[in-house]
């Protein structure tokens, strides 16, 4: 089983590889291209959409693990992706409003939290308002990694150590199924990574981020629902952070939090001189200490859980405190 896992991850960042580089020229042809703007944090105009070159090869391998594994939760989280990649498409092509994309995002999210095996909340709500819960939380980190994904790399990065993070857990205490479908995230990430890089020749578009949440989104929730919640709360504790505390802060000043804006943390450190790729390397050690953590959570949850607030907490102030 390990070494067609292996197989497939490696067929599928090499399949993204290809098909990113074929996508991002067809992109190019037909001028679908993200213009910078007051609030971008890029300076010349590149093809948007590069996770029309990511996405079928990662689905194409999770149906195939799917089809080994056996589980219906899989299939609705692959149907789910699909779903919300025609969405997002034609959201990156004209717009559409956010009662919509919150329409698909809940009609994607509620099947498949459904059919998650167990409270994610450990027991300790009731089992409707643990299931509202989850389905509210997973629409959020839908979203989040929708907002987080504003300089070149770092949802690349993020995906990666999540997906490898992911991998790491199942192969220490499980649950199997979820690290085999993490490694297929963190190959196909790796495979766009190369052409989002900076400087970026291609950004992955709401068609590539929205569905990458969803899935990231529902393997944590299944880790927490077979019991290492601890793990599932370290892994994306960045993206975590980063987005919710600018939200919050967003929320208290009374803005349009729907409203594109460049009040991220990472996005403050752009402002202040420091480069995208210098910002994803950050992003990418703090990526590979959590997974050092979410494997000792296994052990000691509350210990690796305070050790890795503190970590983000260190990383959130470097990269904003010239605020």
């Known amino acids: ?66 089809v080994l594994v056996g589980e219906r939760l899989h299939w609705a989280l692959a149907a789910g992706a699909a779903l919300l990649a025609l969405v997002s498409w034609r959201d990156d092509r004209g717009g559409l409003s956010a009662g919509i994309r919150l329409l698909a995002q809940f009609a994607a999210v509620l099947p498949a939290v459904l059919l998650l095996p167990g409270p994610v909340a450990q027991g300790w709500l009731p089992p409707p308002v643990d299931t509202a819960f989850a389905a509210l939380a997973w629409v959020w980190f839908v979203n989040l990694y929708n907002f987080m994904d504003g300089i070149d790399g770092i949802s690349g990065i993020e995906t990666m150590a999540i997906g490898v993070g992911l991998a790491l857990t199942a192969l220490v205490a499980g649950p199997a199924d979820a690290g085999g479908f993490g490694l297929l995230l963190a190959a196909a990430a790796a495979g766009f990574l190369v052409w989002n890089w900076h400087p970026a020749r291609v950004f992955l578009g709401d068609v590539g981020s929205v569905p990458l949440g969803y899935l990231t989104g529902g393997l944590l929730l299944l880790l927490a629902a077979k019991g290492a919640w601890a793990a599932a709360l370290i892994l994306p504790l960045y993206y975590l952070a980063d987005a919710t505390i600018t939200l919050v802060r967003r929320l208290l000043r009374g803005e349009a939090v729907w409203r594109a804006h460049r009040e991220h943390f990472y996005q403050e450190a752009t402002r202040q001189g420091l480069g995208h790729a210098a910002i994803s390397l950050r992003v990418a050690g703090a990526g590979v200490a959590l997974v050092g953590l979410a494997l000792w959570s296994l052990a000691a949850p509350a210990p690796a859980l305070a050790a890795a607030t503190a970590l983000v907490a260190l990383l959130l102030y470097e990269l904003g405190r010239r605020r």
């Open 1 to 66: 089983m390990l070494a067609y896992l292996l197989l497939l991850a490696g067929a599928v960042g090499v399949l993204a590889w290809l098909a990113t580089g074929r996508v991002t020229r067809w992109l190019r042809r037909r001028a679908i291209l993200d213009r910078p703007n007051e609030r971008s944090s890029h300076t010349v105009p590149t093809p948007r959409g590069g996770g029309l070159g990511l996405l079928p090869p990662l689905l194409l391998g999770w149906c195939l693990l799917a």
